[in-house]
């Protein structure tokens, strides 16, 4: 889900350079902070906006998923371990991932979940959030203010703002809401000729998120 949706890289995730600090801060109290070790770049990515018909949230479903994520550490992601201690047999320590024992944890979960794909891993999770703001119609420099990804040919005038941010994020928002609708659409007029089989076709979005 954060590689998907906030496009960071998987050996980033996993080293716990995604933190709760970096999640609505009293900086960015709307926003989550996505720093790039590759590249050295933090990313602002704006998670709502005031509007005349309300609060409008953008990534209202990954927040929903962190919402039931347990916080063990600073870093997000963590795993928990048993004491070696005899006297602390029922204790805990919260340790990283691996980058090997969380592909077998994802290779469990492909063959556990019906509808995940066999290509599915953390790094087809990035390139399936890159891919969407592609499809989106996001201009380079909006592209490069949510990916970090360096582009020579906007180099020496391009700035990652805020405000290019919230325009990338709002566009690529748009996209998203628009293809639900069109699926939905889609879903509802095979279901009709369906003898009442209501059961939707899996959006490969979703796939990509879980």
Known sequence: ??????LQRPENVLAGCVRWTDYRSREHPNGIQI??????????????????????????????VLAKLPQRGIPMILRDVKSVKPKD?????????SFSGFEKKIQMLRKKIEGVPSFFTLDACRHGGMTELEEAGLTDGQGRAL???????????????????LAATRKRHAHVMADKERT??????????????STPTKNARKSLKS
């Open 35 to 64: 720093e790039h070790h590759k590249t050295g770049a933090q990313v602002w990515h704006p998670l709502e906006e005031e509007t005349e018909q309300g609060v409008m949230k953008f990534y209202e479903d990954a927040e929903a």
């Open 89 to 97: 047999e029922d204790a805990t320590a919260s340790k990283l991932y």
């Open 147 to 165: 990916s970090a990804h360096s582009s020579k040919a906007y180099d020496g005038y391009a700035k990652r703002t805020e405000k290019r941010a």
């Open 1 to 6: 889900m954060i590689c998907f949706e906030w």
């Open 184 to 197: 939905e659409f889609r879903n509802g007029g095979r279901n009709e000729f369906r003898n009442g089989d």
